[in-house]
């Protein structure tokens, strides 16, 4: 099989086209380059420059590289970014999977991964969030990757697709130092930036009912996110028909200021972080049930938190040498 792995040039694209091409399958990216970094990708893996919103692209690329099967990765992903422009999201979001899915049944490609998020189900009340908890996104993006979710069931069934869409929790750390998110939008990397700076890490709020007040979340490392599509794309090729849905995560918790005394350790900073009021919307506790994927996939997460943030801390000190934390 040959596989086109949209946003292919991104922070989780390209973990995902080097792992599937280290596993032997067949890859082509495709990357408009807004946040994807070229060199990412090994020579190895033809990158094709442009937008999931360009349909006669998407025609060319499925056909001149005889592409059997997709991983959707190409999304914008900024929640609050989302609440601001919310037709941007729709539009790239909902917009590029449609004319990405358009173009898959027209080329008669049989087999879907789809890159959707935790954000589809809101703010539980539940220890575990499983595959059968109510949706009910928050934001824009999170409607996004709900309606995706739709969209791509509808035209598996339509066209005879076999689809699955991958739920992600937060996701952290590095496969390799020149993969590392150079993005300032998820908690890690956001608590570098300041600590490079001299200013204190940020908890956003300390009163939450879990056991030291503040958020819970399950952190996967990217590289075991990147394995888990390898197994969903080797399930589909495997299946004749069907649709799956499933959590990418490890199950287990860690609260916001158990990860800043994690990070204060491998980075050797003294500082200490600041509390500050609430964010809208954040849920005391985002933990998820990975069993499913475990049963359906023959997954698991195998790297523990620490592993993410050294091997984070390490890109970080690539990208950006010479810096000191207090």
């Known amino acids: 099989m040959t596989w086109l792995i949209t946003g292919g040039a991104g922070y ?8 599937m091409a280290e596993a032997g399958e067949r890859v082509v990216a495709l990357d408009d380059l807004s946040s994807g970094v070229p060199n990412r990708l090994p020579e190895s893996i033809p990158l094709v420059q442009g937008s999931s919103l360009d349909g006669d692209l998407l025609k060319r690329v499925l056909a001149e590289h005889a592409v059997t099967g997709v991983v959707h990765l190409a999304a914008r992903k900024q929640v609050g970014e989302s609440v601001a422009e919310p037709t941007l999201y729709y539009q790239d979001n909902v917009g590029g999977l449609a004319t990405l899915l358009e173009a898959v049944a027209g080329a008669g490609v049989k087999r879907f991964v789809f890159s ?12 575990l969030i499983t595959e059968g908890t109510p949706c009910a996104p928050m934001s824009p993006y999170g409607e996004t990757k709900l309606a995706g979710e739709w969209l791509v069931r509808a035209t598996g069934r339509a066209h005879g697709i076999s689809t699955v869409c991958l739920r992600y929790f937060n996701v952290a750390g590095a496969a390799s130092p020149e993969l590392a998110d150079t ?19 940020r908890i956003f709020g300390d009163d939450y009912p879990t056991p030291d007040g503040t958020c819970v979340r399950d952190y996967i490392h990217v590289a075991d996110l ?15 028909s069907g649709d799956l849905t499933v959590n990418i995560g490890r199950g287990e918790g860690v609260s916001v200021r158990e990860l800043m005394a994690l990070i204060a350790e491998v980075t050797g900073s003294t500082s200490v972080p600041v509390v500050e009021p609430r964010r809208p919307g954040d849920a005391p506790r985002a933990v998820a049930s990975a069993a499913l994927a475990a049963e359906q996939l023959g997954w698991g997460a195998r790297r523990e938190v620490r592993e993410m943030v050294e091997s984070a801390w390490r890109g970080w000190l690539q990208h950006h040498p010479g810096i000191t934390v207090t």
Do not use: K, W
């Open 183 to 201: 993005g300032i939008f998820n908690i890690i990397p956001m608590v570098f930036d300041r600590l490079t700076r001299g200013e204190a890490p």
């Open 116 to 127: 959707s998020s935790a954000a589809v189900y809101g703010n539980p009340d539940v220890d």
């Open 226 to 240: 990147a394995e888990a599509h390898l197994a969903a794309a080797r399930q589909l090729a495997e299946s004749a």
């Open 12 to 19: 989780i694209g390209a973990h995902v086209a080097r792992a």
